[in-house]
């Protein structure tokens, strides 16, 4: 097996994260539209974290994120971001779809899961998070 790692000026690293985000209270808001949004928010967000995204994909109530993160990115400093951003965004650009799940300024719960890599291979995580059902658009 060939292992590639990565290189900063302090550390040799190869850090993979599964990353699962669930919106409040599990509703079905999220929508293919959305999804898209999301991803190209995510990416343009990790590239400001010096992070790489390797895979994405969700179903209407939550998303699947695999990426890469250099050893000195603080994971829940990453995640908060993350979450903070995406919600801002989404919930501007849908705001009228969003109101009829949300009355408040929900997206997210305030939970997440996150997991290093190690255990099951890269690609046998790709293909779980490419195989969600993706939501049809409403």
């Given at each position: 097996?060939?292992?590639?790692?990565?290189?900063?000026?302090?550390?040799?690293?190869?850090?993979?994260?599964?990353?699962?985000?669930?919106?409040?209270?599990?509703?079905?808001c999220?929508?293919?539209?959305?999804l898209e949004?999301?991803?190209?928010?995510?990416?343009?967000?990790?590239?400001?974290?010096?992070?790489?995204?390797?895979?994405?994909?969700?179903?209407?109530?939550?998303?699947?994120?695999?990426?890469?993160?250099?050893?000195?990115?603080?994971?829940?400093?990453?995640?908060?971001?993350?979450?903070?951003?995406?919600?801002?965004?989404?919930?501007?650009?849908?705001?009228?779809?969003?109101?009829?799940?949300?009355?408040?300024?929900?997206?997210?719960?305030?939970?997440?899961?996150?997991?290093?890599?190690g255990?099951?291979?890269?690609?046998?995580?790709?293909?779980?998070?490419?195989?969600?059902?993706?939501?049809?658009?409403?």
């Open positions: 097996m060939n292992i590639e790692y990565r290189t900063n000026r302090h550390a040799c690293y190869n850090l993979k994260y599964h990353l699962v985000v669930v919106t409040k209270y599990r509703h079905k999220l929508t293919r539209e959305i949004r999301l991803k190209e928010i995510i990416e343009n967000l990790f590239s400001k974290w010096d992070c790489i995204l390797i895979e994405f994909n969700g179903e209407a109530d939550h998303i699947h994120i695999l990426f890469e993160a250099p050893p000195q990115v603080q994971l829940s400093k990453l995640i908060n971001n993350l979450k903070t951003v995406t919600a801002r965004l989404i919930r501007k650009e849908y705001a009228e779809h969003l109101s009829k799940f949300y009355w408040k300024p929900y997206l997210w719960n305030r939970s997440y899961l996150i997991l290093s890599s255990g099951a291979s890269i690609e046998v995580i790709k293909k779980y998070i490419q195989e969600q059902n993706t939501p049809d658009d409403q």
